[in-house]
């Protein structure tokens, strides 16, 4: 039986301590951050613009997935007061809620600019990838978004989360954090490999499609509650995830059209 041991810290001395899965998130940003830039050329944004793009969709990143998860996640902070002291707290966030006010925000920001967000989309939505591939890895060293209990079988490639609580700790899980690290992370590779062969917003509207898909499989394996839409059916992610992927389907017939009509 193959039990890991998980390091929700990296490193401890004395009074300073150092969170894994804080680093993990600041090392996503700043990983996004230089992505953006060995890429603004193909965006057609100069060094100055990426830098506010970032900046607006980190921001709103960081306030959106607070936001989604207090809905979700933290029923005692309904209420108007509560919401925004959330907001402003640490605690528990969701990658869609991030992903869409950033999205939004961004979209925002290139609309006043008139600059071209397909392309800009392209890049952003790769960067985007690489990053919560890295947050992931800190969700699994800090045992969160743990996956369920793996029922038939002892695999090698199976874990356990020592953090859990309620006698959980030594059940052997799928490493869904893992699985989906590396999900997002083949999607950025086929970018790299396909960035000159592709017309501007395919890579995007691919990208919602395949991480839709992606996304509502994986829930099936997730062991930890994110809310439901239809109990114990359709998770709040899963039911993001059909409009995600509606989303990725419509814009590349959207973009087919388009291309139809300048023939």
């Known amino acids: 039986m193959y039990y890991r041991n998980m390091h929700p810290i990296l490193f401890q001395y004395g009074s300073l301590v150092i969170p894994a899965w804080h680093v993990c998130f600041a090392l996503g940003g700043v990983s996004a951050y230089f992505f953006l830039q060995r890429f603004r050329k193909k965006m057609g944004l100069s060094f100055d613009q990426v830098k506010k793009l970032f ?4 921001v709103a990143g ?3 997935a607070r936001a989604l998860s207090i809905l979700v996640e933290q029923p005692h902070l309904h209420d108007p007061q509560g919401f925004l002291f959330g907001l402003f707290q640490l605690g528990p966030m969701t990658f869609y809620g991030g992903f869409l006010a950033a999205g939004f925000c961004g979209f925002l920001y290139l609309f006043v600019h008139k600059r071209n967000w397909l392309s800009v ?4 939505v790769v960067a985007c ?3 919560l591939g890295i947050g992931r890895i800190g969700c699994f060293l800090n045992g969160d978004d743990f996956g369920k209990p793996i029922i038939n079988g002892d695999p090698f ?3 356990s989360f020592p953090v859990l609580k309620d006698g959980m700790n030594q059940v ?3 490493p869904v954090q893992l699985m989906e690290t590396t999900y997002v992370w083949l999607f950025v590779a086929a970018f790299l490999w396909s960035l000159k062969k592709l017309d501007a917003g395919t890579v995007c509207f691919l990208a919602f499609i395949y991480y ?7 829930e099936y394996f997730r062991g930890d509650d994110r809310g439901w839409v239809v109990s114990e059916s359709l998770s709040t992610s899963q039911f993001i995830s059909v409009f995600i992927f509606l989303g990725g389907v419509i814009g590349l017939f959207w973009l087919t059209q388009t291309r139809e009509q300048r023939r």
């Open 62 to 64: 960081y306030f959106g």
């Open 121 to 124: 989309g392209d890049v952003i």
């Open 172 to 174: 052997i899980r799928y």
């Open 55 to 58: 900046l607006i969709c980190y």
């Open 129 to 131: 990838f690489l990053a």
């Open 212 to 218: 839709g898909v992606g996304r509502f499989i994986l």
């Open 157 to 159: 490639w199976g874990v």
